[in-house]
Nanobody, 123 residues
Framework: QVHLLESGGGSVQAGGSLRLSCASS????????MAWFRQSPGKEHEGVAG???????TYAESVKGRFTISKDNAKNTLYLQMSNLDPEDTAMYYC?????????????????WGQGTQVTVSS
């Protein structure tokens, strides 16, 4: 049973930075994608960033150059470093995992989800 738990959310001024963490357990597949999605009221989940088993990263165009996804396999932890935050980044951020040779940021491809951590960016 895969369990994901996010942390690190909070409130920040526009232009500021936050780092999200996702602690995982039970993920043992040789081919997988770990990713961050986000959801704000009235919107569906949107893919933010992903990283596959070969450390290849994928980003949404809206966050490219501002966000960095990484993972520490020894600690079973996924990270999302967010810089130059904008109020449009305000959302509940979810950690997700799914099998696959590479990442495609579509929520239906992911089978395990964390409970989410709230990020609020004020202007």
């Amino acid at each position: 049973q895969v369990h994901l738990l996010e942390s690190g959310g909070g409130s920040v001024q526009a232009g500021g930075s936050l780092r999200l963490s996702c602690a995982s357990s039970g993920l043992t597949s040789d081919h997988y994608c770990m990713a961050w999605f986000r959801q704000s009221p009235g919107k569906e989940h949107e893919g933010v960033a992903g990283i596959d088993s070969d450390q290849v990263t994928t980003y949404a165009e809206s966050v490219k150059g501002r966000f960095t996804i990484s993972k520490d396999n020894a600690k079973n932890t996924l990270y999302l470093q967010m810089s130059n935050l904008d109020p449009e980044d305000t959302a509940m951020y979810y950690c997700a995992g799914g099998p696959g040779a590479y990442c495609v940021l579509l929520p239906q491809l992911f089978v395990q989800w964390g409970q989410g951590t709230q990020v609020t960016v004020s202007s």
